[in-house]
């Protein structure tokens, strides 16, 4: 069986150096605009019950802060405010990216970035489905058929299939960029990356065919 040549990017909108990435990522999108691009949403933190505790606060802000410096986009901090309140579950967000790439296939990448946006840059709560709403006229996307799709069993089980994959396939740590190609995944980085070494390596990758 044949498999298309991909780049295949796994990330989670509710991880931090994920949100850094994104403006590399564009940078080997655009070098290799070519080749297929597929999304699979990792799970940084899926299923979690518990509100943040201050030491996750403190140990977020410490981090934040790194990302910010290095990447250069735009945080708020109110969310890590001692009296503020926040559930840190990124399966919602993840299965939200995942009803958008049943509703609009063209969009799950933009839309994973608006999300994004929406928690690093505004401190929305995205537990709440009404925080995905705002975007959704952008996309063309009616509320009704993204709630219907969020609360979709199959939905639900599709965003942990994509957990299950990333688990199956190593990608333990986010972002991870992968290229499918030769019927092998191989990996192109593990981690924020420059765009200055993501596009050599994955044209070595193409080339030569050289595993890391």
Same mark, same amino acid.
């Given at each position: 069986?044949?498999?298309?040549?991909k %780049?295949?990017?796994?990330?989670?909108?509710? *991880?931090?150096? *994920?949100?850094g990435?994104?403006?590399?990522?564009e940078?080997?999108?655009?070098h290799?605009?070519?080749?297929e691009?597929?999304?699979v949403v990792?799970?940084?933190?899926?299923?979690?019950?518990e509100?943040?505790?201050?030491?996750?606060?403190?140990?977020?802000?410490?981090?934040w802060?790194e990302?910010?410096?290095?990447a250069?986009?735009p945080?708020?901090?109110?969310?890590?405010?001692?009296?503020?309140?926040?559930?840190?579950?990124?399966?919602?967000?993840?299965?939200?990216?995942?009803v958008?790439?049943?509703?609009?296939?063209?969009?799950?990448?933009?839309?994973?970035?608006?999300?994004?946006q929406?928690?690093?840059?505004?401190?929305?709560?995205t537990?709440?489905? +009404?925080?995905?709403?705002?975007?959704?006229?952008?996309? +063309?996307?009616?509320?009704?058929?993204?709630?219907?799709?969020?609360?979709?069993?199959?939905i639900?089980?599709?965003?942990?299939?994509d957990?299950?994959? *990333?688990?199956?396939? +190593?990608?333990?740590?986010?972002?991870?960029?992968?290229?499918?190609?030769?019927n092998?995944?191989?990996? %192109?980085?593990?981690?924020?990356?420059?765009?200055?070494?993501?596009?050599?390596?994955?044209?070595?990758?193409?080339?030569q065919?050289i595993?890391?």
């Open positions: 069986m044949e498999y298309p040549t %780049i295949i990017y796994v990330g989670d909108p509710l *991880c931090s150096w *994920c949100y990435y994104a403006g590399e990522l940078r080997l999108k655009a290799f605009k070519e080749i691009f597929q999304i990792g799970g940084l933190r899926p299923y979690t019950r509100e943040m505790d201050p030491a996750l606060k403190r140990f977020l802000r410490k981090h802060k990302v910010q410096q290095r250069g986009v945080f708020s901090y109110d969310i890590l405010e001692p009296e503020t309140s926040f559930v840190y579950d990124t399966e919602k967000p993840c299965r939200a990216v995942v958008m790439r049943h509703l609009n296939p063209e969009a799950e990448w933009t839309f994973f970035k608006r999300v994004q929406a928690f690093y840059r505004d401190n929305c709560d537990n709440h489905i +009404g925080t995905y709403f705002p975007l959704l006229s952008e996309f +063309g996307v009616k509320e009704a058929d993204f709630a219907a799709l969020f609360n979709d069993d199959k639900i089980q599709e965003t942990r299939n957990f299950i994959w *990333c688990k199956e396939v +190593g990608a333990s740590s986010f972002p991870t960029t992968i290229l499918q190609h030769q092998r995944l191989w990996l %192109i980085a593990m981690g924020y990356t420059s765009a200055d070494d993501l596009i050599p390596h994955t044209e070595k990758l193409l080339n065919g595993e890391v």
